[in-house]
């Protein structure tokens, strides 16, 4: 199959095929681009974004990091997970991790941006902001097809900087318009909401076809059930009934479900029939 790493539930969604190998999880996104791989390199982006970062074993002390500040520690490179392991501790209490690093913890809007990347220019976006409401540093629910226009630019510039000679999907993940991480595949579970001319055009481009913009994408939410939530057959029923789809998630830890519907309201209402925390209520 082309197209490496769709997990089998998804299958029905990755068509077209691609006459060449393309890579949708990082593993194999990483093994098929060997001249890009090294945007995986997490200490890397944050060094060259002009931010202040270190491997562990660096007191963040010693640059110029006040003691009680919070920083973000991570691996410097994961490619099973991209956010595993990561957490915001006190500088003065980073630990001795082989292989992670610690990074000045940013403030500002989550995003996660998708782009079509053509010989190394960015030539489409699909942008997902994340809600201010978080688990543990993570964005309870994602909002698909936000209009962050303003944020091309510097995604644009990025691209050409780093991604000479590429093309085909990445990710920029970004807070406060600095990135944190780069993917060379796409936000394979927003997908649902790119419309039915997204993959075509992908795989168009990656096979070397004329580049035709794909419509505006129609846009939704995707929501995490974090947690060790049972969910019964009665409870889908009566989601989709919201118009919202309940995917089990039986591969990351801590969320036992996704929520994908195009009503916020409706998939807010639906988590707080599981799980009982009320966002709109709680903030």
């Given amino acids: 199959m082309p197209f490496i790493g769709v997990l089998p539930e998804r299958e029905p969604l990755f068509q077209p095929s691609p006459r060449r190998d393309v890579g949708v999880n990082d593993a194999a996104a990483w093994r098929l681009n060997p001249t890009h791989r090294h945007v995986y390199d997490k200490l890397r982006l944050a060094l060259d974004a002009g931010l202040r970062a270190a491997p562990c074993g660096v007191d963040p002390r010693d640059c110029g990091i006040a003691p009680n500040a919070r920083v973000f520690v991570k691996p410097i490179v994961n490619l099973a997970g991209m956010a595993v392991r990561a957490r915001a501790v006190p500088a003065d209490a980073v630990p001795i991790e082989p292989g992670s690093f610690w990074c000045e913890r940013l403030e500002g809007p989550h995003t996660s941006s998708d782009c079509l990347v053509q010989d190394g220019r960015a030539v489409w976006f699909a942008h997902t902001r994340g809600s201010d409401q978080k688990d543990r540093e993570r964005p309870i ?105 309940i995917d089990l998630d039986t591969r990351t830890a801590d969320r036992s479900a996704i929520l994908r519907c195009s009503d916020r309201a409706a998939g807010l209402d639906v988590l707080r029939r599981l799980t009982g925390h009320d966002l709109d209520r709680t903030g």
């Avoid at 993959?199 to 070397?208: K, M, R, S, Y």
Wanted: hydrophobic residues 40%.
């Fill in 141 to 245: 629910y994602w909002e698909i097809g936000a209009d962050l226009a303003e944020l091309e630019p510097s995604l644009a510039q990025w691209v050409h900087r780093h991604l000479e000679g590429y093309s085909g999907l990445c990710n920029l993940e970004m807070i406060g318009g600095q990135p944190i991480e780069v993917h060379l595949r796409g936000s394979n579970g927003f997908f649902d909401f790119y419309g039915p001319g997204f993959i075509p055009t992908w795989v168009a481009l990656v096979d070397g076809g004329d580049f035709r913009p794909p419509p505006p994408i129609p846009g939704g939410f995707v929501i995490s059930v974090f947690g060790e939530v049972v969910i019964d057959e009665a409870q889908r029923e009566a989601a989709a009934q919201q118009g919202v789809r």
